[in-house]
T-cell receptor, first 114, second 111 residues
Framework: NAGVTQTPKFQVLKTGQSMTLQCAQD?????MSWYRQDPGMGLRLIHY???????DQGEVPNGYNVSRSTTEDFPLRLLSAAPSQTSVYFC?????????????FGPGTRLLVL | GQQVMQIPQYQHVQEGEDFTTYCNSS?????IQWYKQRPGGHPVFLIQ?????EVKKQKRLTFQFGEAKKNSSLHITATQTTDVGTYFC???????????FGKGTRLSVIA
């Protein structure tokens, strides 16, 4: 099993550009989440999904969209990138124990918005 | 909303010294999880505590969950250079409530 995979590893965007961060998992986990990590801020939840077709907002959802058409994939879309979205983005999947059992994290995407 | 506070933010220790990080929640937790993130890496699950007063050990790591289920600690005995990284706690008040992560304690070990 590859676990949780994320692409791209690194990305540089200009302000106003849009892009999609890809996340896939091959563990058949029901739950998937997107977090952003900024220095000194820990991990903050952006959006999460409890199954295909179901998504919900986390702590910092503004400027991001998600969809969950399959169990495996959970892409994160930046609609119009802003410098404040410069961050490291982690996708995670989990199963059982309610929505937020043990989180299995992907390797992350490092995003720089100029 | 629920807040999880973690202290200290940074800790520098000599190799062989002990290390402890503390986690406090503003609300009662149903469970607490601990993760380790190596520099440049992603968070990796270490352990989950569920019961009031629970203590679990993993080799040199000891995890505790407070009696009131509002605080937790991670203690590392005789640190090694391989312990370097940031340790996060994460708690939830119920299985349907999103995990809230602390800001982490960054541990550096001087050989």
């Amino acid at each position: 099993n590859a676990g949780v995979t994320q692409t791209p590893k690194f990305q540089v965007l200009k302000t106003g550009q849009s892009m999609t961060l890809q996340c896939a998992q091959d563990m058949n986990h029901e739950y998937m989440s997107w977090y952003r990590q900024d220095p000194g801020m820990g991990l903050r939840l952006i959006h999460y999904s409890v199954g295909a077709g179901i998504t919900d907002q986390g702590e910092v959802p503004n400027g991001y969209n998600v969809s969950r058409s399959t169990t495996e994939d959970f892409p994160l879309r930046l609609l119009s990138a802003a410098p404040s979205q410069t961050s490291v983005y982690f996708c995670a999947s989990s199963y059982g124990q309610g929505h937020f059992g043990t989180q299995y994290f992907g390797p992350g995407t490092r995003l720089l918005v100029l | 909303g629920q807040q999880v506070m973690q202290i200290p933010q940074y800790q520098h220790v000599q190799e062989g010294e002990d290390f402890t990080t503390y986690c406090n929640s503003s609300t009662t937790l149903s469970n607490i999880q601990w993760y380790k993130q190596r520099p440049g890496g992603h968070p990796v699950f270490l352990i989950q505590l569920v019961k009031s007063g629970e203590v679990k050990k993993q080799k040199r790591l000891t995890f505790q969950f407070g009696e009131a289920k509002k605080n937790s600690s991670l203690h590392i005995t005789a640190t090694q250079t391989t312990d370097v990284g940031t340790y996060f706690c994460a708690g939830t008040s119920s299985g349907n409530t999103p995990l809230v992560f602390g800001k982490g304690t960054r541990l550096s070990v001087i050989a």
